[in-house]
């Protein structure tokens, strides 16, 4: 069996860059223009504040989120030897296969998630 990588989900990173880009570009404007939003009983230095609250967070999500578009982890890692579920954390640490008693899907929301069903899942 050759080694089949699986690497996290590009797509969903794209909506958190998008997000993450409108968020600033608002938190920008609140920034620059915080005297349109002092007729809801704010002033305008908590208009600024909350401004520059949502370029840092987001700013902070948007680039994190490029870096991990641009450079890829690993999430799953399956070989003739067994499956490697977070190989992030150690190349070796393996279910074996004789281990695993079968699989499960299951859908939350729109997220499919697989359950790996275990003879001792104490181990």
Do not use: H
Request: charged share 20%; aromatic share 8%; hydrophobic share 45%.
């Amino acid at each position: 069996m050759e080694r089949i990588e699986v690497c996290t989900n590009k797509k969903k990173l794209f909506i958190i860059i998008i997000l993450s880009f409108v968020f600033v570009l608002l938190g920008t404007y609140l920034l620059i223009e915080p005297g349109n939003f002092s007729k809801y009983k704010s002033s305008p230095i908590i208009t600024q504040v909350i401004g520059v609250s949502s370029i840092l967070l987001f700013g902070v999500a948007m680039i994190l989120s490029l870096i991990r578009v641009i450079n890829p982890q690993l999430a799953l890692i399956i070989d003739s030897q067994g499956l490697n579920v977070n190989p992030k954390k150690s190349l070796t640490d393996n279910i074996k296969w004789n281990e695993i008693k079968g699989f499960k899907e299951i859908k939350i929301n729109s997220t499919k998630i697989i359950i790996n069903k275990l003879y001792d899942p104490s181990k």
